[in-house]
């Protein structure tokens, strides 16, 4: 790969930026969950241990550019220091010459880079005087490196750039699902609308061996088919597109695999009567909420067979029981031909994540990224410029 890490970098006696991303939910003025705070530790320890200073820089919510109280990274600060183990030293507003002067071991953090327009601009003045702060810039916040802001692409191009420990996992694991590969591959691709993963369908069916089509999104390739769905959640006017997907798959050799069977429901709430039905056999005021066992045993299959697996959103309404059940078996199928060493599986994305954690099978995937917005674009085929900027470096 083009971009370097922080083994390619001499640090010693170096001031060293590094874009993190501690954007961590926060109640009653108290971090509530630490996860990505705690995924930083790796790439900051390191830095300090090659005698670097690192400098942080992050974002904290949404403060339209203007200084926000309650959006300060001042509030980060307990937690960041516990994850440590030592002091942080929080500054407001940056001096080259101040950072300079502070002893070997120190870790700074820099308050919200947006609290100034300057930032998600991406103005030349700000990466400029972003760069004045520091003698390397190491970008340690894949899930930022789709968006080109001063302190994700700008100052990266001014600087001499890495990748942070974090960043250099997540690449890594992104390339050996998608980038090079160990076939067959499969993607899993679930969700309630098709018509926010067109770009991702349109890019895996050139790029996978079978593409698993679940939720709601499955709805409107099966009515694309002259299937009546009933009362299912269904955007019946991507029919032309689902077709278009369908025509392009069968083009590029990729089997797309849609529901066999489906539990059906009168009504979305846990515990709800249902019954399990073939795709065409849905009355009119059914609803599909899940994948049926006929579905959830052919994708075990492929599994078995698959050397890579990329997975993004559930296949049914994983939320509620029973119609968790798809999801959950393909998941801890997944985990376990990984825990075996037999298969490569990353995941992403918000629903994805939560619902490999409900299916307890998170902890043996091979790699599950946090980041949501930079994940779905790195599996659309996209370029991110956070990323795409360190091949300057």
Not at 17 to 24: A, S
Not at 240 to 262: F, H, N, Q
Not at 317 to 329: M, Q, R, V, Y
Request: net charge negative.
């Amino acid at each position: 790969m083009a971009w370097k890490t922080l083994d390619d970098m001499d640090l010693n006696g170096k001031r060293v930026l590094v874009r993190v991303d501690i954007n961590v939910p926060v109640e009653n003025g108290v971090v509530t969950d630490t996860t990505r705070i705690d995924r930083t530790v790796p790439t900051i320890k390191d830095i300090l241990a090659k005698g670097g200073l690192p400098i942080l820089l992050a974002h904290f919510g949404r403060p339209k550019g203007k200084p926000v109280a309650e959006m300060s990274l001042r509030i980060t600060l307990p937690a960041l220091e516990a994850a440590l183990g030592q002091t942080v030293t929080f500054v407001e507003t940056p001096n080259g010459d101040d950072l300079k002067s502070l002893p070997a071991g120190s870790v700074v953090l820099v308050e919200n880079t947006r609290f100034t327009p300057m930032e998600e601009a991406n103005d030349p003045k700000m990466a400029a005087f972003l760069a004045s702060l520091g003698d390397i810039y190491c970008n340690d916040a894949f899930s930022a490196a789709h968006r080109a802001h001063a302190s994700t692409e700008g100052v990266a191009r001014l600087l001499p750039s890495c990748a942070g420990r974090l960043m250099q996992e997540e690449l890594e694991a992104l390339d050996k699902a998608l980038g090079n590969p160990a076939r067959p591959v499969v993607a899993v691709v679930g969700g309630a609308k098709v018509s926010t993963k067109l770009d991702l369908l349109g890019n895996l069916v050139g790029k996978v061996d079978h593409l698993v089509i679940g939720g709601g999104m499955a709805n409107t390739f099966l009515a694309a088919q002259e299937i009546d769905v009933g009362k299912s959640l269904c955007e019946h006017d991507l029919a032309d597109t689902a077709r278009s997907i369908l025509a392009k798959a069968k083009d590029a050799g990729c089997e797309i695999i849609l529901p066999r069977d489906v539990v059906v429901a009168k009504e979305f709430k846990a515990g709800a009567a249902n019954d399990t039905v073939a795709p065409d056999a849905v009355a009119a005021d059914g609803m599909i909420l899940d994948a049926g066992p006929q579905t959830v045993a052919y994708i075990a299959q492929v599994l078995d067979a698959a050397k890579t697996l990329i997975w993004n959103g559930p296949l049914g309404a994983f939320e509620i029981e029973p119609f968790d059940a798809a999801t959950n078996a393909a998941a801890k199928q997944a985990a376990a031909l990984t825990k075996a060493g037999k298969l490569v599986s990353v995941a992403g994305g918000g629903d994805t994540v939560a619902a490999l954690n409900k299916a307890g099978a998170a902890p043996d995937f091979t790699y599950i990224s946090t980041a949501g917005g930079a994940f779905l674009e790195w599996m659309e085929g996209k370029e991110l410029p956070g990323v795409a900027a360190l091949s300057q470096g």
